[in-house]
């Protein structure tokens, strides 16, 4: 079964500071990753996705993330947080291609920017 | 800019009352979910169509939830009787296939049972 390990329920960050919010991944076949965006009383919105292909992903708003299969990670970096960054942020795992494209997700990450 | 739509987003009931939402997905999408996202959580797939048929309902609490979409567009969540614990987003999503593509959140309803 798949499942996903976010660390850290709430990390606060200074604005221009590095954002680092960590997942960890637990598949038996190789996985598509993703990480959503999700704004007070709003729907989630994504990021950037891993399929298949070149392990360092970028995705909007600045935001990347670097597939790393030994690890089994897939952790959201960028490299100065704006104060428009505070937000949920959501890694999810599916079984990829041939599959429902179920989506498990983590329980999230709350992210603060102080000014 | 295509959305997926929900209503109502927000919603209000006793419980013991029957509740529905409703979700119109992206045109052209042929797979459409139901989650549900309890307060500090996150989302939980409740139900996955595929057109008109369900492919997955395995965790659809079918004694009080039923889920439709009967021409295979918009789609109708129902809980009847609602309980305390419902209380939570509903979340509706839709992607083209089904199959490891994107999936476009619409805004959910905050549902409410007192």
């Known amino acids: 079964a798949q499942s996903v390990t976010q660390l850290g329920s709430h990390v606060s960050v200074s604005e221009g500071a590095l954002v680092l919010l960590r997942c960890n991944y637990s598949?038996?076949?190789?996985?598509?990753l993703f990480w959503y965006v999700q704004y007070p009383n709003q729907g989630l919105q994504l990021l950037l996705k891993?399929?298949?292909?070149?392990?360092l992903v970028k995705g909007i708003n600045g935001f990347e993330a670097e597939f790393k299969k030994s690890e089994t990670s897939f952790h959201l970096t960028k490299p100065s947080a704006h104060m428009s960054d505070a937000a949920e942020y959501f890694c999810?795992?599916?079984?990829?291609?041939?599959?429902?494209?179920?989506?498990?997700f983590g329980k999230g990450t709350k992210l603060s920017v102080k000014p | 800019e295509a959305e997926v739509a929900q209503s109502p987003r927000y919603k209000i009931t006793e419980k013991s009352q029957a509740v529905a939402f409703w979700c119109d997905p992206i045109?052209?999408?042929?797979?459409l979910y139901w989650y549900r996202q309890i307060l500090g959580q996150g989302p939980e797939l409740l139900v996955q169509?595929?057109?008109?048929?369900?492919?997955?309902d395995s965790q659809l609490p079918k004694d009080r939830f039923s889920a439709e979409r009967l021409k295979g567009v918009d789609s109708t969540l129902k809980i009847q009787p609602a309980e305390l614990g419902d209380s939570a987003m509903y979340l509706c999503?839709?992607?083209?296939?089904?199959?490891?593509?994107?999936?476009?959140f619409g805004p959910g309803t905050r549902l409410t049972v007192l």
């Open positions: 045109s052209g999408h042929a797979t």
């Open positions: 169509f595929q057109d008109e048929s369900v492919v997955d």
């Open positions: 999503a839709s992607s083209q296939t089904g199959s490891g593509d994107e999936q476009f």
């Open positions: 999810a795992v599916s079984d990829g291609v041939g599959s429902q494209g179920n989506l498990i």
């Open positions: 891993y399929t298949t292909g070149a392990t």
């Open positions: 598949s038996s076949v190789p996985p598509y």
